[in-house]
């Protein structure tokens, strides 16, 4: 349950950053909505979708590019591989493991 409500808090804080235009906090925010998201596919995909909207909003072509096919990756693999700890941004492999806070392997355990 814990983990749970960590993701709904991450993805409402997500949210919020996205209304305020504060597409740093927004970044913040949604890389670790994604991190708890990525063996759930819908939610998954909404962590990708919510920074595709702050790529636009910032007209990061490359970040808004980048994660078209991380939405459709996100649908179709996520239950049966993902990079563990992967901010999810456009800007690193979408392939690449990456290490976890003390934190977050709590929350993922």
């Known amino acids: 349950m814990r983990t749970e409500l960590q993701q709904a808090q991450a993805f409402a804080e997500g949210r919020r950053a996205l209304?305020?235009?504060d597409t740093d906090a927004a970044y913040?925010?949604?890389e670790r909505a994604h991190i708890l998201s990525q063996r759930m596919p819908?939610?998954?995909a909404g962590s990708h979708w919510l920074m595709l909207r702050a790529g636009w909003q910032e007209r990061d072509w490359r970040?808004?590019?980048g994660q078209l096919p991380r939405i459709l990756a996100a649908l179709l693999f996520s239950r049966l591989w993902v990079p563990l700890g992967?901010?999810?941004r456009a800007r690193v492999s979408a392939f690449q493991p990456m290490p976890l806070s003390e934190e977050l392997k709590r929350l993922l355990e």
Do not use: F, I
């Open 28 to 30: 913040a925010w949604l």
């Open 63 to 65: 970040e808004v590019a």
């Open 86 to 88: 992967n901010s999810g």
């Open 19 to 21: 209304e305020r235009n």
């Open 42 to 44: 819908l939610r998954h």
